[in-house]
Every structure is written in C-alpha cells, then in structure tokens.
Antibody, heavy 121, light 110 residues
Framework: EVQLVEAGGGLVQPGGSLRLSCAASGFTFSSYSMNWVRQAPGKGLEWVSYISSGSSTIYYADSVKGRFTISRDNAKNSLYLQMNSLRAEDTAMYYC??????????????WGQGTLVTVSS | QSVLTQPPSGSGTPGQRVTISCSGSSSNIGSNAVNWYQQLPGTAPKLLIYSNNQRPSGVPDRFSGSKSGTSASLAISGLQSEDEADYYCAAWDDSLKGWVFGGGTKVTVL
C-alpha cells in the first residue's frame, strides 16, 4: 500500500525557517518524481515544487522561489522541503504528492495527509 | 487569481448530471493533459481523472473528463450525496514551468 506521511509542520514566526519531510513507503520511491502542494486555510490548491526521481530536475512556484528548497534522499525514501524567510502568506497545509515515472508530466496519484504550517508572531 | 478558471460552485439533485468547466490557455491545457482532483471535506485531495479522460482504478464510471482546445470539463452523472466535495483541475504550464490549478469548484448535492 502506497503511503506518504508528512511531518515537520508547526508554528513559526515571520522570517523563520522550517523543514518539512515526507516519508514514503509501499512503492519504489527512487523511480518517481515528487511534488509539494499547499492549501491555505479555506483556499484552493497551490503547487509549490517538483523534483524528478534522481533530483536532476527541480522546479518552484514563483511565490516560493529563492526561499524554499526541495530535496530528496532515495536511500531513506524521503522527500524534504526546506522553507526559509517564511511569511504569513505561507501559512497552509502542505501535502507531498507522488508524480510519475519517466518523462512527461504525470498526475499526482497519491497524496499524504498533510502537515500544517502556521506563520505568525 | 488562478491560472485555470473554474466556476466557484455547482449543484444538482441526486441522480442529476453536473458539469464543471476548466478554462486555460495554449501553454497549459492547450499543450498538456488535464487532471482532476476531488477533495472531500477535511481530507487530502484524491486523483479523480488523469490524462484528460482516464479514471484511476476504483473511481466510479459516473465521473468522466474531456478536453477540447484550451478548455476541459468534468462531468458527474447520477449525482450522489457522497459526491459533495471540492473539485480541482490541473495541468502543467510550459511557460511558467510549473503545475497550475484551477480555483476549485464546490459541488453541492441538493
């Protein structure tokens, strides 16, 4: 059974940092691209970042570029999101979502349950 | 303001057919596949339709997707109470180099 379990969310002050993690199981993690998607309270879904299976290709939404860093450790079946210079508008539920194998832009077929990040003084 | 445009709400009585539109541009829907996600209240999103019109295993055939040019649509036929949820379209955008989502459509079963 495919499982994605996020952790690392919490309350942080504006300008602070937080590192999210996503533990994957039930599939060959190293074969799949991964994504982070967030959802502000009462709002819609916003894609945050993409990383290819071997970490060679990485993309970010303009809203987080230069502040967030996505990474993965295939030996540990884990995905990460380092978030720096956090702003109030980064407050959201953060989901990790599995992409596809190979080339092309695959749908997000499995999602974690999310971890809540609150940026407030 | 979302890159993909969806109506904010839709509704129908049980058994009716509901259609949700998703409008984009040549850099996203016009050149890439559209995926649809269902988000039940208080839960994580779930893949509903991929590659414009494909259903993942376990998704009822009441759900169908289509795409034409720079627009796509999701149809729910035989609406059921458990279909009350938020629905999002998404596509890769070649210009933005990222995934773009619609603003979401809240479907209410009357």
């Amino acid at each position: 059974e495919v499982q994605l379990v996020e952790a690392g969310g919490g309350l942080v002050q504006p300008g602070g940092s937080l590192r999210l993690s996503c533990a994957a199981s039930g599939f060959t993690f190293s074969s799949y691209s991964m994504n982070w998607v967030r959802q502000a309270p009462g709002k819609g879904l916003e894609w945050v970042s993409y990383i290819s299976s071997g970490s060679s290709t990485i993309y970010y939404a303009d809203s987080v570029k230069g502040r967030f860093t996505i990474s993965r450790d295939n030996a540990k079946n884990s995905l990460y999101l380092q978030m720096n210079s956090l702003r109030a508008e980064d407050t959201a539920m953060y989901y990790c979502a599995r992409g596809g194998t190979g080339s092309g832009w695959s749908a997000f077929d499995y999602w974690g349950q999310g971890t809540l990040v609150t940026v407030s003084s | 303001q979302s890159v993909l445009t969806q109506p904010p709400s839709g509704s129908g009585t049980p058994g009716q057919r509901v259609t949700i539109s998703c409008s984009g541009s040549s850099s996203n829907i016009g050149s890439n596949a559209v995926n649809w996600y269902q988000q039940l209240p208080g839960t994580a999103p779930k893949l509903l339709i991929y590659s414009n019109n494909q259903r993942p295993s376990g998704v009822p055939d009441r759900f169908s997707g289509s795409k034409s040019g720079t627009s796509a649509s999701l149809a729910i036929s035989g609406l059921q109470s458990e279909d009350e949820a938020d629905y999002y379209c998404a596509a890769w955008d070649d210009s933005l180099k990222g995934w773009v989502f619609g603003g979401g459509t809240k479907v209410t079963v009357l």
